[in-house]
């Protein structure tokens, strides 16, 4: 029989199977999530997660010891966290700016020199040449901000890796601080004679039993601030997609270029005002100053869960990351009463754990 002889089927007849089709209602396997993956999806979700618990462990681990070993214990009250709190306003401030750079896949290895610099430009020309010490203050965050566009044009035009061009620049910057400052320090005595407003950071007042800086408080509005800029606005969206792909952000419209020179840019700005915190931290303004603070800067940012590839990281993060350096510092040294190179060792042990935690995350994403 041909097809052109074969019965045509009707309607009817394909409504008369449907009673014998089968009409379950499509099911899939339901998935499983393990504890360690719920786990993982939580910290990626909440970066700032397990910087704030390392923190109130550490706080609580070293009070503990306190009371245990001293029988006077020193390192629970406020007089004593209050100090923390200053010695990493300035890494802070340093930590807040190359977090920035870090969200881009980039760093930068000159802060400590950018900071250094800006402050010695505001001494030198508020005391020797006499200009207003607001002027003065002005022209170093504007050059701090001229050599970050310098770091940023380097890496966007002449494309070549901010680890090499952030190298070269702290030999660059750490040079002229010494020409420029004839090796000299600035005395914290002419500083308080001639331009006083650049110690005004250092003012304290005491607040429930602590002593807080003005330096502290505007670490803080400071940290609030530029998480604003990062979590609500086009320019931190662009920022953390350019660190996540920058051939899709490039691709999606985004001026990848002129995010990143102003991304240098403000990160020059921020090393600048910590330069102006630092004089009024230490009293003085020397050039061979903070020489640590590029390696501190990192390591608070690390230990704060800001991934080093870039993308993923939060400022609270870093400032957390700081202060936790800072307890572990104080804690070793009032606590423990251990030597300082412990406390250097704590610090390397802590960047080890805070990079093998980013990798699992980042394994988990996958």
């Given at each position: ?57 550490s706080?609580?681990?070293?009070g ?12 629970m ?140 408080i ?50 020059g ?68 009463r251990?030597?300082?190179y ?17 990798q ?5 994403s996958?």
């Amino acid at each position: 029989m041909t097809d052109k002889d074969s019965p045509t089927k009707t309607s009817s007849d394909f409504e008369a199977t449907l009673n014998t089709a089968d009409n379950a209602v499509a099911s899939f396997a339901k998935d499983d999530k393990s504890i360690g993956h719920v786990i993982r999806n939580f910290l990626r979700n909440f970066p700032t997660a397990i910087p704030m618990l390392v923190l109130i462990i550490s706080v609580l681990m070293f009070g503990l010891i306190d009371n245990m070993l001293n029988e006077r214990a020193n390192f629970m009250t406020p007089n004593t966290l209050s100090t923390v709190l200053k010695q990493v306003t300035v890494v802070g401030i340093v930590a807040i700016a190359q977090t920035i750079v870090i969200l881009t896949a980039g760093i930068d290895l000159s802060v400590a020199a950018i900071l250094v610099l800006s402050s010695i430009i505001m001494g030198k020309l508020s005391v020797d040449v006499g200009l207003p010490p607001g002027l003065a203050i002005m022209i170093g965050m504007a050059f701090g901000g001229l050599m970050g566009l310098f770091n940023g044009f380097l890496v966007t035009k002449v494309k070549l890796p901010p680890f090499i061009v952030t190298l070269g620049t702290l030999s660059i910057y750490s040079a002229l601080k010494l020409w420029y400052s004839g090796s000299q320090s600035v005395r914290g005595a002419d500083i308080t004679e001639k331009a006083p407003s650049l110690l005004w950071f250092g003012n304290a007042f005491n607040f429930g039993g602590a002593t807080l800086t003005y330096g502290g408080i505007a670490m803080i509005l400071l940290a609030v601030v530029i998480w604003y800029v990062l979590t609500k606005t086009a320019w931190g969206r662009h920022v953390h997609a350019i660190g996540d792909d920058p051939d899709a952000a490039m691709l999606a419209g985004i001026q990848t270029d002129r995010v990143l020179i102003g991304v240098y840019t403000l990160a020059g700005v921020i090393c600048a005002f910590g330069g102006w915190v630092a004089v009024g931290r230490v009293g003085s303004i020397s050039p061979i100053g903070f020489e640590t603070a590029n390696l501190d800067s990192i390591t608070a940012v690390v230990i704060g869960g800001t991934s080093l590839f870039g993308g993923r990281g939060s400022i609270p993060g870093s400032i957390l990351g700081a202060l936790i350096v800072g307890v572990f510092s104080t804690g070793l040294s009032v606590a423990a009463r251990v030597d300082d190179y412990w406390q250097t060792f704590a610090a390397g042990c802590l960047v080890l754990i805070a990079v093998a935690l980013d990798q699992w995350l980042r394994r988990a994403s996958k």
